[in-house]
């Protein structure tokens, strides 16, 4: 038997176990479920004969060398801050590693060691990072391959609900980290280059800069653009594009509607509020408007906000129950965000029949023979269920395909990479296709940068 040691059985590794205890029999394989959470580990392998399921400490360093010791491969779906440990001891025991999260510092510099020892350790191979490489380097190469150059690149991606569970007027709900949704824009400057100029955009005014997007069958969306839109600009060979955006999608009015709580200081992660644990959401809304001897809370906030009292806008902070004084904070030594988080949570979360959405489209300028044109790039992908999320299929199914990639000997360039070269994205974006992971990509004239439809 073949062992793989899963570390991490949260949500993004339902889909993942699933796929390979379906594949053990015929591969021969054997999987080790390791969590802090025995139970949980427990009910991802679902009493199959070919999974185990452990308590497991990563900081139990014993523990950790003798599993990653036993194991062929190594899938770490830990929190991105704790892969490395795990990396360390796949160098010293000369086992691969993968993981969806983004290529850290930390984890880059193992890369000649991990080249030494011919060991692959394959990062970014989720959704986001992850499946949008891949569907972008498979254009972006066809491109090259028939003598285009590339001049505009512009890549989206967003987790949102399923038209049929989209039933509030933020057109929206959490299908993955709450925190990470607060929180998202902050820590810089989103960059860009557009039309061959540098672009920034700080963190007050990101959600008042965006882009519309038409998706055939699920209509209009708009877009965000992301804090560094240039990180893979060398990555993908795309240094000369005169254009490289990188954005994340939400329903058209979302942006506009979070911008209140970016506005009013809802979204700050930088202090603690005192007393937080005692206050009710209505008092919190309070904290940041000024005072007045007579005028209630919505009418100062309507005031500080320039709403009227039939704005859409308005109603978007109705529907969150901002104002009931009944109800408590209940954090203690919380900050802003934290506690915005907690009134979200009440109204955002998917309810057991919700289903998820996944969003990605691409879009890719080039020129040939002296023509400009352009092909754009769509998938959407909708979940099964609460377990089987659109954003567990996408996220843990690419982790799932590489794994056994390497395991058969078909992905073979050693190093600390990211799915960017054929012989990894080729198998794996036409087995996704299987699962009705599919980009419908459509070629068309250049239109490049229109003002009408950005407001870049």
Known sequence: MRNILIIGAGRSASSLIQYLLNKSEAENLHLTIGDLSLELAQRKTNHHKNATAIAFDIFNKTQRKIEIEKADIVISMLPAHMHIEVAKDCITYKKHMVTASYVSDAMQELDAEAKANNLIFMNEIGLDPGIDHMSAMKVIDEIRDKGGKVILFESFCGGLVAPESDTNLWNYKFTWAPRNVVLAGQGGAAKFIQEGTYKYIPYHKLFRRTEFLEVEGYGRFEAYAN???????????????????????????????????????????????????????????????????????????RLQLGLEQDDIMWDKLLELDLFNKNKIVGLKD?????????????????????????????????????????????????????????????????????????????????????????????????????????????????????PDHMSL
């Open 227 to 301: 804090r560094d839109s240039l990180k893979y600009r060398s990555v993908y060979g795309l240094d000369e594009a005169l254009t490289l955006y990188r954005g994340t999608i939400r329903r058209v009015g979302y942006s506009k509607a979070w911008n209140m709580f970016v506005q009013l200081g809802m979204t700050d992660d930088s202090y603690k509020i005192d007393n937080s644990e005692n206050i009710s959401y209505r008092e919190f809304v309070n904290l940041f408007l000024p005072y007045h001897p007579t005028d209630s809370v919505e009418i100062k906030l």
């Open 334 to 450: 919380a900050s802003p965000a934290q506690i915005l988080e907690k009134i979200l949570t009440d109204s955002w979360t998917l309810e057991e029949h919700d289903k998820d959405m996944i969003v990605m489209y691409h879009k890719f300028g080039y020129e040939i023979n002296g023509i400009q044109k352009q092909i754009d790039s769509k998938m959407v992908c909708i979940g099964d269920d609460q377990t089987y999320t659109a954003m567990a299929k996408t996220v843990g199914l690419p982790v799932a395909m590489a794994t056994l990639q390497i395991l058969n000997g078909n992905i073979k360039t050693p190093g600390v990479q990211l799915p960017i070269n054929k012989e990894v994205y080729l198998p794996i974006l036409n087995e996704l296709e299987t699962f009705g992971i599919h980009f419908k990509e459509t070629e068309m004239p250049y239109v490049g940068y229109n």
